[in-house]
């Protein structure tokens, strides 16, 4: 089972949807959750960053964490076609132990 | 400022050359790191480094991967012999603070083909 699991995708929504992007993982001593958004042919670019369970927002963008279940979901509202990119959580554990997951492909259609 | 800076941004090599990818962090970034990216197994750290000093080289895969930080302007990653597996994009992130905590900024990347 690896570290962490993430839907590969690829994601197709129209514009304007909802979409809910997912990551699970097994070690319980993880304890700061990134997602990280990667378009073609770049390096990834940080777009959240979160401590603890819950949920963090920032604009169209909610970040959720559940230690509990250990699971962590992005959430991107009103959805626009430069949204389109390549979405990683990654997740710490105490200063080692950097993990990314393989990434889920999302794609926003006008 | 120019963000992380990488060279080259692709590379074609045969089997069992010498390959050297090289990355500048942003001004006054403590961190640098070295990533691998593929298909098959996404984004795996390879190496950090605190103030020009690795600190964790356990994503190195052999001993063929070599990287040093002369100063704190500068990195490079090596590997010799390159071998058609090593074919990736190996990315340079730099970090001001606390690295694991703080904001990494990646580079572009550089694509490499091994034949």
């Known amino acids: 089972q690896k570290e962490v699991e993430q839907d590969p995708g690829p994601l197709s929504v129209p514009e304007g949807a909802i979409v809910s992007l997912n990551c699970t993982y097994s070690?319980?001593?993880?304890?700061?959750f990134m997602w990280y958004r990667q378009y073609s042919r770049k390096g990834p670019e940080l777009l959240m960053y979160?401590?603890?369970?819950g949920n963090k927002e920032d604009g169209r963008f909610t970040a959720q964490v559940d230690k509990s279940s250990k699971y962590i979901s992005l959430f991107i509202r009103d959805s626009q076609p430069s949204d389109s990119a390549t979405y990683l959580c990654?997740?710490?554990?105490?200063?080692?132990?950097?993990?990314f997951g393989p990434g889920t492909r999302l794609s926003v259609l006008p | 400022d120019a963000g992380v800076i990488q060279s080259p941004r692709h590379e074609v090599t045969e089997m069992g050359q010498e390959v050297t990818l090289r990355c500048k962090p942003i001004?006054?970034?403590?961190?640098l790191f070295w990533y691998r990216q593929t298909m098959m197994r996404g984004l795996e750290l390879l190496i950090y480094?605190?103030?020009?000093?690795?600190?964790?080289d356990s994503g190195m895969p052999e001993d063929r991967f070599s990287a040093k930080m002369p100063n704190a302007s500068f990195s490079t990653l090596k590997i010799q012999p390159s071998e058609p597996r090593d074919s990736a994009v190996y990315f340079c992130?730099?970090?001001?603070?606390?690295?694991?905590?703080?904001?990494?900024?990646f580079g572009p990347g550089t694509r490499l083909l091994v034949l």
């Open positions: 480094f605190n103030n020009n000093v690795p600190i964790d």
């Open positions: 992130a730099s970090s001001k603070l606390a690295g694991f905590t703080g904001t990494q900024y």
């Open positions: 001004s006054g970034h403590d961190y």
């Open positions: 990654a997740m710490i554990e105490s200063g080692q132990n950097f993990v």
């Open positions: 979160t401590y603890s369970s």
């Open positions: 070690n319980s001593a993880f304890q700061y």
